[in-house]
């Protein structure tokens, strides 16, 4: 059991019983956040050279405009692969990152922060956590990115390991939520 009474398996079992794979990209972020306490996340899939926005979700933009949705100015255009992002850096590398605070990278990464987003939406991403998401094969399909963990106060904070452990744990029970490989990619 997890700190709030959540057992990894019992979650991914709701995930696996959901018909819909959009819900269940909806509840793999819920859940995620939940367990890391981050104020905000994305889901990207991958498209061919290509990741798509498939799912957001933002608390702090969603009390802004006054709902349980955070508007969305995601989806039009896709990250493509090659570009110097982290979520592009994780579906190349496999690899998990955990940034303590996206505007100080050092210029050595080989990634960086585009702050566009969060000059348009007038919010400030800090901490972020990002994760591919592998199909049962250990094929890459998509990468999960957390944002901003906050401690008990609400104060946004880094990622810990132990956030990171847990939501790791998590994603291995969303193999099933892989697209259908057409063209053998991945």
Do not use: C
Not at 65 to 89: F, K, N, T, V
């Amino acid at each position: 059991m997890t700190e709030g009474g959540e057992d990894l398996e019992a979650i991914g079992k709701a995930l696996a019983a959901e018909p819909r794979r959009e819900r269940a990209l909806e509840l793999l972020l819920s859940h995620a956040r939940r367990l890391s306490r981050a104020e905000a996340g994305t889901i990207y899939v991958r498209e061919s050279d290509r990741l798509r926005f498939a799912v957001a979700q933002n608390d702090v933009l969603a009390r802004r405009a006054g709902g349980e949705a955070a508007p969305s100015p995601l989806g039009e255009q896709p990250l493509r692969l090659d570009e110097r992002s982290i979520a592009s850096y994780v579906a190349f590398t496999r690899a998990t990152v955990n940034v303590p605070d996206v505007y100080e990278i050092p210029l050595e990464r080989p990634y960086v922060f585009d702050r566009r987003m969060d000059e348009t939406l007038g919010y400030r991403t800090r901490s972020m956590l990002a994760l591919p998401l592998r199909d049962a094969r250990g094929r890459m399909w998509g990468v999960l990115q957390l944002i901003n963990a906050t401690d008990e106060a609400g104060d946004v904070v880094p990622f810990d390991t132990r956030s990171e452990g847990l939501v790791g744990s998590l994603v291995s029970h969303a193999a099933h939520l892989a697209p259908r490989q057409k063209d053998g990619s991945g």
